[in-house]
Structure formats: C-alpha cells, structure tokens
C-alpha cells in the first residue's frame, strides 16, 4: 500500500514538472535571449518527455537567434536522437536550418547518423552536397553517405556523378566503397584506367581487375604503351595473361614492351607472357611470322624464337610456319635458332628426317649445316650409307660441322658392317680444333676394333707423338701394342720408342716388345734400351716391372755392352746403395762382357779400394785379369804400395786372400807387410794373417823376413873384447 502510494506521488511530481517546464518553454517566444537561455535550461532537464520534446523542436523552428538555435539542437541531442517522435519532421527542421553557419557542424553529423536509417535524411545530405562548394564540407557528407552497405541505384547515380568532379583523396575513398561493393561497371572501370588517372586510383582499380580476372585490354593496352609509371606497366602485362593473349594487337603491344620497354622487369613481365600464355591462333602465328622475317634486332628474334620453341612441338601450324621461314631470306642467326628448335623434333618424330637430310644438302651457311646435322644425328642413324654420310661429313671445313660427325659415329653400334667405316674416322683424332672429349671417345671406339687397317695405326702412331694428353696417349699405345702383337716388329715406331725413353720418359708399350723384337733392329733397339736407363725413367721401369739389372743382362747376351753401359755399370758400382751382394754380382758379370772399356782400367781398382768388401773377389780378379793380363802383378803391387793406411790395404789383403792360387800372392803378402807401421796394428795383423793361412804362407817366417836386420855397433862391445 506504501509503494503505491509512493508511485503515485512520484507520478504526480513528474507530472508536475512536465506541465511546469511547458509553461516555461511556453514564455520563452516572450522572453529576452538571457531570459530565454534560463527557461530552457530549467526546462532542458525534462527532455526526456515526449510532450517537451516535441515543444522544444517547435521552439527551434521557430528561434531567429541562430547561436540560440545550435545551442538548443545540442542541449535536444544530447539524450540521443531516439527519443525524437517525429523523427520525419526533424529532417525536415534540421534540412532547413543547414544554411545557417552556427548550427551546420552540429546538424552534419545528426543527418548523417538519420541517414543510415532515414532515406530522407540520406536525399538531404545529398541535396546539401551538390548545393556546397567548400571541399571540407562535402568531404564530411560523403563520409556519411558512404557508411551504409546497401547501395541504392539513387546512391549509386549520385556517386557515378561526382566521380569525376572530387578531388584524388575523396576519389580513393569513394572508388574503394564502390569496388568493394562491385558496383562498378566496365566502361567506368576503363575510364579509372587512362594514363592521366592520379597512379593511386589506377593501382587500386588494377588491382581489383586481377582480383576479379577483369580483363579490360584497351586500357591495358593503352597503359602498357604510354603509362610513366613502370609498376603500372607491368601489372597491365600480367592482367593480360589472365586470359591468353589472342589478339594481333595485343601481341603487337606485348612485344613492344619485351623490345623497346626501359625497365627490366616490365621486358621480364613482357617475356613470360609470351612463354606461358601466349594462344597460338592462325593469326597470332602469321604475325609472329611476319616479326622473325623483318625483324632487324637479331637479339630480340632469337629471344622471340626461344619464347615460341616450347610450343613448336604441340603445334604443327607453328612448325610449318618457321619451315616456311628458312625458304624466306632471313638472318643468318635466325635461320640457325630455327633450325635448333625444330630440330630437337627429329628424335620423335622420325618423318623430319627428309626434310632435315634435304635442309643439309641444300644450305650455304657452314653454321647452319652444322645444326641441321646436329638434329640428324639425334635420331641415331645407322647403315652404311649413313656411315658415307657421316664420313663426308668429316671433310668439311668447319669445326662445327666435323664435330656433329663425329657424335653421329659416336651412336654407330660397333659391330662388324660399321668397323670399316669407323677406322676411316680415325684421321679426326688428329684434328685439334675438335672437342677433346669427342677425340677421346672416338679413340676409344676405335681401338676397340679387333684388327685396325694400317691406315688407322699409322693415324695413332701420329696421334701419339703430338699429343700430351695422358688419357689418348694410354689409348695409342693399346693400339700400337695391338698392332705390333698382330703383325710384329714392322709395327714398331723405332723413333717414336725413342723419343718416349729419352725425352718424354714413358716406356709404355716398349715392354716386352722390345725383348721379343731386338733382332729387328739393333742398333734402335740398343739406344731405345740405353735410354730406359736414364735416371728419370727408373719410377718408369719400376711401373714396367723391369730392372736395369734386366737390361744389361739381355744386352750383355745380345753382346750389346757398350763403353756407355760399362760406364753406367761401373757408376752403379761405386756410387749406389745397391742393397744385397746380388746386385754387385750381376753387374761384374756385365762388365766381363766389354773388357775392353776404357772405364774398368781405373774403375776396377777404385771399386777394389772403396767397396771391396761388398763384392765378390773372384769376380773381380777375373775381370782385372781379363783387363791387365800380364800387367796385373805390377799393377797390382803398384797399387797396393800407393796406400798409406792399414784400412787402405785390409781390401788388398782380402782380394789376396781369396784369389790364393795366384803364383804372385807370396811376394805381394811380403811386399805388403814390408810397408812401414804396418804390422804394428793389429786389424793390418789379423787379416794378413788370415792371407797367410789361405794361401799356406808361415806368418812368423814372413815376420822375420821383412824384420831388419840388427846393427852390430849398437849393441856394443862383447865379452871377448
């Protein structure tokens, strides 16, 4: 009952203040401006009340004082515009009051925020805004008219009409709604695209074609011809390979662009639509055509050409138009890149060989044959008159030309129809200008064959000595071996064996010829055997598994020890680690084959001296007999007296010793033990003693004999005296 009560009164208060603020909105007509900016005040706190509120828009529309005016609209909207009855008739008072400078930034904003609901607010604002001429004010009602997300056709006419009369920023905006809400026809849309365009608007409009696969190409076009801005140019580019490029025109234009454009990335724009969306109609083919038969940039024709080969193999009126070209007077390069294109067609589509074969007999160009004859050794042909063809191939003056011949024989299967024609290729391992790894391959073809002409050896044994190639020159010492173990010594390059040993050091193929065929020809034989022993060819023999010790021996029986190899068996004896007994043996027995050099006169004794105690006496003695004869004796004591020390002597003793049965031995033993200080050392002692015993000499008997004799006036008076 209390709470009702309650109610009540608070019902019947606000009532009361309801009907007492109309009486003061009421005296407000009547009232001074101070006056009236109280009784609204003390009224403004019942705006809430539909009654108030409706007085109080009357009083708006009624007040001449333009600053009372705004500052009652602000007092009214403050609460919110919900609140407002009529909201129709306060369109209508806010359009009115839009005039009037004081109250315009407060009715803008109320229109806009009635716009989004109210289309009579919307057609207002429109109204105002093609009244207004100052920028800022238009630019806030298009703010407002640009919020709503539906777009009427009204709207949409209004926004077509002031496209073009707003300036670039509000332009941005008002493009950005309309192509987000795709409201833009084509036409417009190309009109957004004229090299004079602001470049903002037209990357935003671009943009939105590639997202959309838009496709305008005359604005396309007209951009990539004429537009400063590079990105510009090259995003056009690539609009236009959404769809293919069919048209002449737009090939005309793209290719322009691949050979005149200034920037690098819009020629690369250029380049890669041609290679990947680039539509092979008859006319588009013709064009192209037309370009590569008049087109003066030899760069810019083979770049079109290297843009088109990809299609050549699917597109058979493209093929036939380039065949067409090479019976046109074209460049000489072109003609060639042509020819390379189609010719990587003959491996699968064999019925080009005609054609190809008819192409080679009838070019001029060295440079062109050599293409052509490169597309037709890709079909591997074989039979013998491909050989013929490949081996007159192999005549021709130019490089390239003989090189392509020789890869055609390179895929000829060796079998026994083909080695004839083979062989007779062997005179291009001789040409140098030719590719070193095609010599070589053919080298190895070739020296596969069993049983090689005469012609083809004779062409290796040149081969082999101009070339410095270790892999070839491997080769031609198979063949030459081959040769040699066929038809025997009439194969051997006496001259050339030579020259490997003396100067190149390479005994490849020399062993074991050269043992099997020495009867042949001694004296080269001989000299050939002379130079293996040359110092730097010993890692050679070693490699051959031939010793020099092996040489001179087969020399020695083939009595062919010269002064030369006495020499160098006398330096191996005096100078070099031989390293077992074996070894000293062996070249004794090779100096007994030439007694007679002039070496072992000096050699013998200096060897006897110096490495006496590292060889065999008995060898030796019979070498200095075979040397001195009847001399030896003299020599021999002439010799032996020469030295001063017991080391010096000791190798004298132990040649004695061993060669006992000589008649001279006693004598010498004496002779020896004669020399002063001698038998005072004990080493001296111990091998003349051991002398003695070999050769059944008493060494007290020889002590005494070589003692001196006692002087009678050193020892004085005797006993009888």
Sequence with gaps: MDLSNTITAIRARRNAGSEQALLMLDMVPFSDTDNKYSLLSSAA????????????????????DTQLKADMLQRLVANGLQQIPDKEGFITLLSASLQQDESRDIILPLLGRLSLAHPAARRQLIDFYRQQDNADVQRQILSWLLIPAHISDEDLAFYLDILYTIDTTDKLVLLN???????????????????ATPDVIKEMVLRYCVDRSIVPEEALCTLIQSDKNASLRKWSIQLLAVHGIGHTKVTAILLQALREDPDPAVRQAAMQVFAYSLTLTPDNI????????????????????????????????????????????????????????????????????????????KEQHD?????????????????????????????????????????????????????????????????????YQQRLLLARKISCIPQLPQAA?????????????????????QVQEKAIAHNGAAQINWEQWLHKADVTHDLNGIFPHIWLFYNDNPEMAGKVLLAALHPANSNVLYQEGVSDVEILRFLSVKAGINEHLSRYAMNQLLHTD??????????????????????LREGLWQLLEKRGRYINMIQLDELLHMVWHDQLEAVFTQRMLQQTTAEGILPFLQYLSANNTWEPVPKLLTAAAKLPGMLADNIFKDQLSTACRNCGVDMEALQRSVAPAPNPAAEGPGFAD
Excluded at 183 to 195: D, F, N, R
Excluded at 328 to 340: F, N, P
């Design 45 to 64: 706190h019942y705006l809430n009340d539909p009654a108030i509120i409706s007085r109080w828009i009357s009083l708006i529309a009624d007040e001449t």
């Design 177 to 195: 709604r309309l192509l987000l809400r795709d409201k833009l026809e084509p036409a417009v849309l190309v009109q957004q695209l004229q090299p």
């Design 286 to 361: 013709a064009y192209l055509g037309n370009c590569l038969l008049t087109e003066k940039n030899i760069q810019v024709a083979q770049q079109l050409l290297y843009l088109l080969a990809p299609y050549t193999s699917r597109n058979e009126t493209l093929s036939d138009t380039l065949w067409q070209l090479l019976d046109q007077d074209i460049q000489t390069t072109v003609a060639i890149s042509i020819y390379d294109i189609l010719g990587k067609q003959v491996a699968e589509k064999i019925a080009l060989l005609d054609k190809f074969m008819a192409a080679y007999e």
């Design 367 to 435: 440079d062109c044959k050599a293409v052509i004859l490169k597309a037709i050794t890709s079909a591997m042909n074989t039979g013998e008159a491909w050989n013929r063809f490949y081996l007159r191939a192999l005549e021709a003056p130019s490089t390239a030309i003989r090189s392509w011949a020789v890869q055609g024989l390179l895929l000829v299967p060796l079998t026994p129809d083909n080695t004839t024609a083979i062989a007779a290729a062997a005179p291009a391992l001789l040409q140098q200008d030719l590719p």
């Design 457 to 477: 050896v004779e062409v290796f044994s040149r081969l082999a000595d101009h070339e410095t190639a270790q892999d070839l020159l491997h080769i031609c010492t």
């Design 578 to 599: 031989l390293g077992n007994e074996s070894k000293f043996k062996w070249y004794l027995l090779i100096l007994k084959s030439n007694p007679s050099a002039e070496i």
